[in-house]
C-alpha cells in the first residue's frame, strides 16, 4: 500500500468513526476512540466486503459509507463482546 493510499485510507476510517459514533447512539469511545475504530472498521470493510460481493462502487463517498458499515459492524460487536 503505498503512503498516499494509506493516508486517504486514514482519513476515511476517522470520517467513518465518527459517523458510527453518531449512528451507534449510547455507546462509544469518544471522539478519538471511534476515529480508531473507525480506521479499523475501514480496514475490515476493505478485506471483507469485497470477498463478499458487497461493494458501494467508487468515489470518497462510497468509501466512507463502505468504511461506516464497517465501524458500526466493529462497533455492534465490541458492544456484544463487552456484555457478555
Do not use: C, D, E
Amino acid at each position: 500500500m503505498a503512503i498516499g493510499s494509506l493516508l486517504v485510507t486514514l482519513l476515511i476510517g476517522a470520517i467513518a468513526g465518527w459517523l458510527a459514533g453518531q449512528i451507534v447512539k449510547g455507546y462509544g469511545f469518544g471522539v478519538i476512540g471511534n476515529i480508531v475504530v473507525g480506521i479499523v472498521g475501514a480496514f475490515l470493510a476493505g478485506l471483507i466486503f469485497p470477498s463478499i460481493g458487497f461493494g458501494m462502487g467508487g468515489g470518497i463517498v462510497g468509501s466512507i459509507i463502505h468504511a461506516t458499515l464497517g465501524a458500526v459492524i466493529l462497533l455492534v460487536l465490541i458492544r456484544l463482546i463487552k456484555r457478555a
